[in-house]
């Protein structure tokens, strides 16, 4: 449905795309999730024809955003993170307005501003004027200008920020209901929106994509990435040399180095459970006390800040080089 090649985007000096690439499907929910100014808001402007791209391209349904617009846009409905509403119209007003600029045929725009209100559950409030409006209506406001004419893919750029928790919720609540008949891609900066909304996640740092998958698949990639919190009855050098025996350990950080008692944290390249095993026979062997022995499990969130950081890292490294 939306297919995004080797996409760059320069400001000046400033990379903010780096040849970005990826396929969105049909029928699904698709999370673009990064730290502020990783690219996401870039990214679905160039895909909604906003902006322009250095370089790259965005096929629509296979017309090209760049050589195609009117075809290309007719597929979309876009959410910017700051919806761009006239103040001094009415609810009802602004979305007819939006009506006759998305060219919906004039027999057609007051059923079709209806339904869109109706979904968005704006009929309350549709002759107040948008200005008077609660942050949460006046993005519901956009949101219905969004959906006006029911295209198949709806864009949305921060939809639920700046919203107290029972917005949030709502907002969360519409983006289920049009994910029944229409492609969804939001971005956000909050794993748990999107870990709880999204089918699929894409994972952006410094403008590249650095990983996707479902939430599923990228809980799976913390396995093998556990740490074991350990308290151990001895010096930090007998410690060590027991560990240096045991098959499994990445690294050891030490947290409290005692005369009598040491604490410190164990990353694990296999099966935590097996290394604590391990960890318990080898100490018991040279008759050690362990007294505290704990499995950290890696989150997604681990997974997250890990592939967010490691990008940053080789980019600093490549600017130094």
Avoid at 124 to 148: C, E, F, H, P, W
Avoid at 210 to 216: A, D, I
Avoid at 304 to 316: I, N, V, Y
Wanted: glycine share 6%.
């Amino acid at each position: 449905m939306i297919e995004v090649q080797h996409l760059t985007k320069k400001y000046g000096k400033h990379l903010a795309l780096d040849d970005l690439s990826f396929t969105i499907e049909k029928g699904q929910i698709y999370g673009f999730l990064g730290p502020n100014g990783a690219g996401k808001s870039t990214t679905m402007n160039i895909m909604t024809g906003y902006i322009s791209a250095t370089s790259g391209e965005v096929l629509i349904d296979g017309h090209s955003i760049l050589d195609e617009p009117e075809k290309a846009k007719k597929s979309i409905g876009y959410l910017p993170e700051i919806p761009p509403l006239y103040l001094d119209m009415t609810v009802m007003e602004y979305l007819k307005f939006v009506a006759e600029l998305k060219k919906i045929p004039k027999d057609k725009r007051s059923a079709e501003v209806r339904k869109a209100s109706t979904l968005v559950k704006l009929n309350d409030v549709s002759n107040r004027l948008i200005r008077n409006l609660s942050k949460g209506y006046k993005q519901r406001t956009g949101l219905a200008a969004a959906v006006l004419g029911f295209p198949d893919i709806i864009i949305l750029d921060e939809p639920t920020v700046g919203l107290d928790p029972k917005q949030i919720i709502e907002i969360r609540q519409l983006i289920r209901k049009l994910a029944k008949d229409h492609t969804v891609i939001l971005s956000s900066h909050i794993l748990a929106e999107v870990q709880e909304i999204c089918d699929y996640v894409l994972i952006i740092s410094k403008g590249k994509l650095v990983g996707s998958g479902t939430p599923e698949e990228l809980e799976e990639l913390s396995h093998g990435k556990d740490s074991i919190e350990l308290t151990v009855k001895s010096d930090a050098d007998t410690i060590q040399s027991v560990l240096d025996r045991i098959d499994g350990i990445q690294n050891v950080t030490w947290r409290n180095q005692g005369a009598g008692s040491c604490d410190l944290l164990v990353d694990t390249s296999k099966s935590a459970q097996e290394v604590c095993e391990d960890i318990s026979i080898a100490f018991a062997t040279e008759r050690i006390p362990v007294t505290r022995i704990n499995i950290l499990k890696a989150t997604l969130e681990d997974i997250f800040l890990e592939l967010t950081e490691s990008s940053q890292k080789d980019e600093e490294g490549e600017t130094k080089r």
